[in-house]
């Protein structure tokens, strides 16, 4: 499993992506998450909290302290007027949470993140030298979130070979499916806030109908009482 950082920023009233929610507001609920599965957990660790790459290091070994054998490390800086680190503070950073990682009792998956795509920078070149380059620096997996065309994702899955990459699903102009995705070589896919969005969706839709016409067809989608109950008594046993 894993988590995303803007369906907890979003449940927490903060806005995703600009440093609002605190490395331990996402540590207490990733262990949360950790502690209601048995899956293995990963988490979306955002920029690792902090600029400097002591700073990614150190998130990597808190993140493992609270039982999760996975996370993430993007290479957006959360500032607007340079939203992406430089190349070689990017490498660094990503190295110095490869290390803390290869530190560990266990072995901790390090996706490296190259967020270019996610801030308007659609340079797939400096996409795909920056991935190359946390390969070599020793990330786990590859990820290029905002990645849509086939092309694209296909370059990047032959840059990056044999390592896994990981693609950002679910956007709704995309036609890509799974198996699509199986058959470019793609090797782990994530949803994003995407399943978040829907469910706030469906709140505001209902909202809006209550308030716009006092009526409410909305619970008719609803899952029943009596189904919500038996699932999470079934999940508590």
Request: include cysteine.
């Amino acid at each position: 499993m894993a988590t995303t950082s803007a369906g907890l920023a979003y449940s927490l009233g903060k806005t995703d992506g600009n440093r609002e929610v605190t490395r331990a507001e996402a540590l207490e609920n990733s262990r949360a998450i950790v502690s209601a599965t048995h899956l293995p957990v990963a988490a979306d660790l955002e920029n690792g909290y902090g600029d400097s790459p002591e700073e990614c290091g150190a998130t990597i070994t808190l993140a493992a302290e609270t039982g999760l054998v996975g996370g993430s490390i993007e290479d957006a800086t959360g500032q607007t007027l340079q939203p992406i680190y430089d190349f070689d503070t990017a490498v660094a950073r990503i190295r110095a949470s490869v290390n803390a990682a290869r530190k560990l009792p266990f072995h901790f998956t390090l996706t490296a993140r190259a967020e270019n795509h996610l801030h308007g920078i659609f340079d797939l070149d400096d996409t795909i030298r920056r991935l190359v380059a946390y390969a070599e620096v020793g990330a786990d997996v590859l990820f290029a979130p905002g990645i849509k065309s086939s092309d694209d994702i296909a370059k990047i899955v032959k840059a990056v070979s044999p390592l896994p990459v990981n693609v950002l699903w679910g956007y709704p102009d995309s036609s890509l499916t799974i198996n699509d995705l199986s058959t470019l070589g793609v090797k782990r896919v994530s949803l994003g806030s995407s399943l978040a969005r829907v469910a706030y969706a469906s709140l505001i839709k209902a909202g809006n109908e209550i308030l716009q016409k006092g009526t409410a067809n909305y619970a008719a989608d609803a899952i029943p009482y009596s189904d919500l109950n038996a699932l999470f008594n079934f999940v508590k046993s």
